[in-house]
């Protein structure tokens, strides 16, 4: 998809095999050589050990944007300030609205798709700073704490190192290692053959299928994709499927999709029953909650 950066824009270095990267692209429409090179530097830390411990790129697009599947040395932080992130890995997909954030353990494979306008920032920490950090994604609740001091990070030139700046890289590490878990996480099975039942949902959330038909198609019994999904995923299957339905009701109306029209996507035909839904997972309808962010 095409980005139009109204700051800045950047494609994190990407790591094929041999752990090598493979590119960056820097985008900037201040035509500044001085803040092109300091991206430029930061943007050559990401994929490396070596450097400043806590490098902060801060972001900004108007249109909707996918990033194919890469990973890095260093463990990532995605923060969202406008719009809806969803970040995917091979264990699962998170959601990042406003006021939250993702992290990313070191080396894991992820992608993330932009739906509208969106703003943000990703805090990325040296391997050395996230050996006591979770060693799975997850989505947490940004503190304010977090976000100024990843904002005051992200004014840093990727070099200049002191005691100060120690104590702030340590404010982000405390964060994430206490961050409390928010319900904004997909969780994949494991087993090969429940798996494709849930990657068969989250291609169409409007599948009508029931599980008898799903277990059927996949070759094995209901009873046994419900054991898979409670033991992979830590939900049972009807729960399982409302999560995914909800995460991509986020993406569709966080794109500008109406509220009908998205509870008919997602495969519900009755609006009150799909706002029900939402409310029962979310606290709030879904105009309160995008109301609120």
Not at 40 to 66: E, M, N, Y
Not at 88 to 116: C, D, F, I, K, M
Not at 147 to 165: H, I, L, Q
């Amino acid at each position: 998809m095409e980005t139009t950066p109204l700051t800045w824009r950047h494609d994190a270095f990407t790591v094929g095999r041999g752990g090598w990267p493979r590119r960056a692209v820097v985008v900037n429409d201040c035509g500044d050589s001085d803040k092109d090179a300091r991206l430029a530097h930061k943007l050559s830390l990401v994929s490396s050990d070596h450097g400043v411990p806590l490098v902060v790129i801060a972001a900004a697009q108007t249109t909707p944007r996918f990033t194919e599947p890469h990973a890095h040395a260093r463990g990532q932080i995605f923060g969202a300030t406008r719009g809806l992130m969803t970040v995917t890995t091979e264990s699962g997909q998170w959601v990042v609205p406003p006021t939250h954030a993702v992290w990313v353990p070191p080396l894991q494979r992820h992608g993330a798709s932009v739906h509208g306008a969106y703003e943000g920032w990703s805090a990325y920490l040296a391997p050395l700073e996230c050996l006591q950090l979770p060693s799975q994604p997850f989505t947490m609740r940004a503190s304010g704490l977090l976000r100024e001091a990843v904002m005051r990070a992200a004014e840093w030139d990727g070099v200049d190192w002191d005691e100060s700046r120690s104590r702030l890289l340590g404010l982000v590490r405390d964060e994430v290692r206490d961050g409390v878990q928010e319900p904004l996480g997909l969780p994949m099975p494991q087993d090969r053959r429940a798996l494709r039942i849930a990657r068969a949902i989250t291609a169409n959330p409007a599948d009508t299928r029931s599980l008898d038909q799903l277990a059927h198609w996949a070759g094995m019994s209901a009873r046994t994709v419900t054991r898979y999904f409670v033991e992979e995923t830590g939900f049972n299957f009807i729960d399982w499927r409302q999560r995914a339905r909800l995460l991509k009701a986020l993406e569709l109306i966080a794109a500008g999709q109406s509220v009908t029209s998205t509870a008919l996507e997602v495969g519900y035909d009755n609006v009150s029953a799909f706002i029900a839904m939402f409310r029962r997972l979310t606290g709030v309808t879904p105009s309160r909650y995008f109301a609120t962010r």
